[in-house]
């Protein structure tokens, strides 16, 4: 049967049809109202499942009502459904206006008429917090994070609902009954036949579970999350006109702009979120979000630092904000579970909860290498790390400050109290006058090096040695600091005692301070200051100590002087590799390099000779394969080579397979190898690297380090 022959044919089916589907679209523009927004909520997809089936049962009595004589009854019928449908949706609008708050991308959440106790108070306190007289019922809930449980009685809120979602589901179908009837009343005068009604119940159906399956697929949809996010946030950084745009473009990525708009790349963020466990999302768009408003906050106050600086402390300033908007689900889950007590067991143990949902979050996103660093005036990733970190660390000291209202004044525990937070205080080298913009900004020198040229000339010796006695949990050190510049500079530095999991001992985000001792020396040229101290350490069988030492990984320290040349410091940093371990252009580039491996140093040199005349620094290149990558500075003949560990273990067999993978690499005419066997140790190989032209070009290095008990396999570059 053609086409056209069968619509004339089943014509009113095939309308009944399109007025279903219709009707099912705008359940999802008109949303159901919600009782509270619980992330496993199914009101909505059971609601458009119920409407969906309660359309398709009126197809019964349209098949077996549907001879001519049956036409004015449709009729009569599609007069009464419009009727009915015209004081049902009438009075929905005026109650879901008066009973309801709107909520995110039209959700609407039913709100009670009388406040609980706790929330009248809670709501006086948000408004107090920011910054105004008053806040409407819709700031409240979604400062609230959509809970309404905990601000109305559960009773009163449930009784509205009902009626509510009785209203909302009576209009859809009396609406698409009075269409459908008209259909059905002249179907029946044109005595049309309708044949494929159970097909086409099966479709009505089918339909109904597709939209609560999609309505399921909606609720987490990602700009739900960033709007949820952006309301959230831009409150806690006190930049309530901010705007919020999407961006779709393939060639740009998230940025904050002066005029007052944070523009969130969807494509990047997508791209992130891929690549995260679902239920980390949450956390990771609150840190983009986060970062993005603190450039914000960071405009509102009109500073204008160098680049590198001013992402390190938005990095800071968005750990702070992720902390303050833990203390708003802490304060939600007291309210819920009625505690009154801050020492309560269960506070603690679910802000451990918080945080190790954050922290894995983080973990998720700064493993991901450069994809979230689009550019290079952003700090390396494991600054990234740090800066976070120590951001969220901050707003634990804000929020136990916010806390010392719960003690009554002049008692002990009120005595106690402030004697901790004055330690945490010390700790964080927290001033009398700071505030989150002054702390964060001298901080974010701290991690990302400020003047990073003196630091080149600032070379150290650390020695250290843990006293493991349980009745001195001590840390000796030394250090021997050594200025090779031409200039007097002043060194900021930091050392510190974390423990660390046990479990993950790499992973800076999860390291806790617990000892920190600042020194501040100014070096004159040419000489070496000696330094001593010691540091407490603690342990358990969940965490052990970690000493973090001057120019060590995720040590902090600036180095400054009076006559230092500022310049822009992302003119400093370099975009990593991004080629496979075995492609032969990593030897090209790192080759082509030969002669500027000084620019490739960073940071604070280390001397292993007690005449400082080999330094190492960290390298700004990072290689694919390399388990580390230096800097190699020969102070005897002025020579900077390129220094790569490629192994350092206990298996040899993995250190000659790295070692051999190196090798296959350097098979063209162009390199020629030399094997060496050293007759003073037997447990020493190494192969000299040269040109076509017989120059030495670099070393592969390959030891049984017995003292140590370690292998090592290290590849060296000489410079130009």
């Known amino acids: 049967m053609p086409v056209s022959t069968t619509l004339k044919t089943y014509w009113s089916s095939f309308l009944k049809l399109a007025t279903f589907i219709l009707f099912m679209i705008c359940t999802f523009i008109v949303q159901p109202p919600l009782l509270s927004n619980h992330p496993d909520n199914i009101t909505q997809p059971v609601t458009?499942?119920?409407?969906?089936?309660?359309?398709?049962?009126?197809?019964?009595?349209?098949?077996?009502?549907?001879?001519k004589k049956h036409y004015l009854l449709w009729y009569r019928i599609s007069i009464g459904s419009f009727a009915v449908s015209v004081v049902l949706v009438?009075?929905?609008?005026?109650?879901?206006?008066?009973?309801?708050?709107?909520?995110?991308?039209?959700?609407?959440?039913?709100?009670?008429?009388?406040?609980?106790?706790?929330?009248?108070?809670?709501?006086?306190?948000?408004?107090?917090?920011?910054n105004r007289a008053v806040i409407t019922d819709e700031m409240f809930v979604k400062a609230r994070l959509g809970q309404t449980e905990t601000?109305?009685?559960?009773?009163?809120?449930?009784?509205?609902?009902?009626?509510?979602?009785?209203?909302?589901?009576?209009?859809?179908?009396?609406?698409?009954?009075?269409?459908?009837?008209?259909?059905?009343?002249?179907?029946?005068?044109?005595?049309?036949?309708?044949?494929?009604?159970k097909i086409l119940h099966f479709l009505l159906l089918a339909a109904g579970l597709s939209a609560a399956m999609t309505s399921r697929a909606q609720s987490i949809d990602v700009k739900q999350l960033v709007t949820a996010a952006f309301d959230t946030i831009k409150i806690l950084a006190q930049v309530p006109e901010t705007q919020l745009v999407f961006d779709n473009s393939s060639t740009t990525s998230s940025e904050s702009t002066k005029k007052g708009s944070v523009i969130i790349n969807m494509n990047q963020l997508i791209d992130i979120l891929r690549n995260i466990d679902e239920k980390y999302r949450d956390n990771v768009v609150m840190l983009v979000v986060s970062h993005e408003l603190a450039h914000q906050a960071q405009f509102a106050r009109g500073e204008n630092y160098p680049p590198l600086l001013k992402e390190c402390?938005?990095?800071?300033?968005?750990?702070?904000?992720?902390?303050?908007?833990?203390?708003?689900?802490?304060?939600?889950?007291?309210?819920?579970?009625?505690?009154?007590?801050?020492?309560?067991?269960?506070?603690?143990?679910?802000?451990?909860?918080?945080?190790?949902?954050?922290?894995?979050?983080?973990?998720?996103?700064?493993?991901?290498?450069?994809?979230?660093?689009?550019?290079?005036?952003?700090?390396?990733?494991?600054?990234r790390r740090v800066a976070v970190r120590d951001g969220l660390t901050y707003g634990a000291l804000w929020l136990a400050d916010g806390l010392v209202k719960y003690f009554p004044v002049n008692s002990s525990e009120h005595t106690k109290y402030l004697q901790s937070l004055n330690e945490f205080?010390?700790?964080?080298?927290?001033?009398?006058?700071?505030?989150?913009?002054?702390?964060?900004?001298?901080?974010?020198?701290?991690?990302?090096?400020?003047?990073?040229?003196?630091?080149?000339?600032?070379?150290?010796?650390?020695?250290?040695?843990?006293?493991?006695?349980?009745?001195?949990?001590?840390?000796?050190?030394?250090?021997?600091i050594k200025n090779i510049g031409y200039t007097n500079v002043t060194l900021t530095f930091k050392?510190?005692?974390?423990?660390?999991?046990?479990?993950?001992?790499?992973?800076?985000?999860?390291?806790?301070?617990?000892?920190?001792?600042?020194?501040?020396?100014?070096?004159?040229?040419?000489?070496?200051?000696?330094?001593?101290?010691?540091i407490k350490w603690e342990a358990d069988n969940k965490i052990m100590p970690t000493y973090v030492a001057l120019?060590?990984?995720?040590?902090?320290?600036?180095?400054?002087?009076?006559?230092?040349?500022?310049?822009?410091?992302?003119?400093?940093?370099?975009?990593?590799?991004?080629?496979?371990?075995?492609?032969?252009?990593?030897?090209?580039?790192?080759?082509?390099?030969?002669?500027?491996?000084?620019?490739?140093?960073?940071?604070?040199?280390?001397?292993?000779?007690?005449?400082?005349n080999l330094v190492y620094y960290k390298s700004k290149q990072t290689l694919p394969f390399a388990k580390k990558t230096e800097i190699k500075f020969n102070r005897a003949s002025q020579k900077y080579s390129l220094y790569v560990s490629l192994y350092a273990g206990k298996s040899m067999a993995q250190a000659k397979l790295q070692i051999n993978t190196l090798i296959n690499t350097l098979q063209e005419p162009r390199f020629k190898l030399n094997l060496h066997e050293v007759k003073e140790d037997p447990d020493h190989t190494y192969w000299e690297v040269a040109d076509e032209n017989n120059r030495a070009i670099g070393k592969i290095d390959l030891r049984n380090r017995r003292d140590y008990n370690i292998i090592q396999a290290d590849f060296e570059v000489f410079g130009k």
């Open 48 to 67: 458009r499942f119920i409407i969906a089936s309660l359309i398709a049962l009126t197809f019964i009595p349209f098949q077996k009502y549907s001879k």
């Open 90 to 130: 009438i009075a929905y609008f005026i109650l879901i206006n008066d009973w309801s708050v709107n909520y995110y991308d039209g959700d609407r959440l039913v709100k009670g008429k009388s406040m609980l106790k706790d929330a009248v108070a809670a709501k006086d306190s948000t408004a107090a917090h920011y």
């Open 151 to 197: 601000i109305w009685p559960t009773a009163e809120l449930k009784a509205r609902f009902y009626v509510l979602i009785s209203l909302y589901i009576s209009a859809v179908v009396f609406l698409s009954g009075f269409i459908m009837t008209i259909i059905q009343a002249i179907s029946s005068y044109k005595k049309q036949p309708a044949k494929p009604m």
């Open 313 to 383: 402390q938005a990095d800071i300033l968005a750990g702070f904000f992720m902390a303050q908007y833990m203390r708003i689900r802490m304060e939600l889950f007291q309210m819920t579970q009625h505690i009154t007590e801050p020492n309560d067991p269960r506070i603690y143990s679910r802000q451990q909860s918080y945080m190790h949902e954050v922290y894995a979050a983080l973990t998720a996103i700064f493993d991901l290498g450069d994809e979230y660093t689009a550019d290079n005036t952003h700090p390396r990733n494991e600054q």
């Open 425 to 480: 205080k010390q700790l964080l080298d927290y001033l009398p006058n700071d505030d989150v913009s002054t702390w964060s900004y001298r901080h974010a020198k701290y991690v990302v090096h400020n003047q990073k040229g003196n630091c080149r000339n600032i070379i150290v010796q650390n020695d250290w040695k843990f006293d493991t006695s349980m009745s001195h949990p001590y840390c000796s050190y030394t250090h021997r």
């Open 495 to 534: 050392d510190q005692m974390y423990t660390v999991l046990r479990s993950d001992p790499r992973n800076t985000l999860y390291w806790e301070l617990v000892s920190n001792q600042s020194h501040l020396v100014t070096i004159a040229p040419d000489s070496v200051k000696v330094i001593t101290g010691e």
């Open 551 to 612: 120019g060590a990984p995720g040590s902090l320290y600036s180095c400054t002087s009076l006559n230092y040349q500022d310049k822009e410091m992302a003119d400093e940093y370099i975009p990593a590799l991004q080629t496979k371990p075995s492609d032969i252009n990593v030897l090209d580039v790192i080759l082509s390099m030969r002669d500027a491996f000084k620019d490739q140093s960073e940071g604070i040199g280390e001397a292993y000779d007690r005449g400082f």
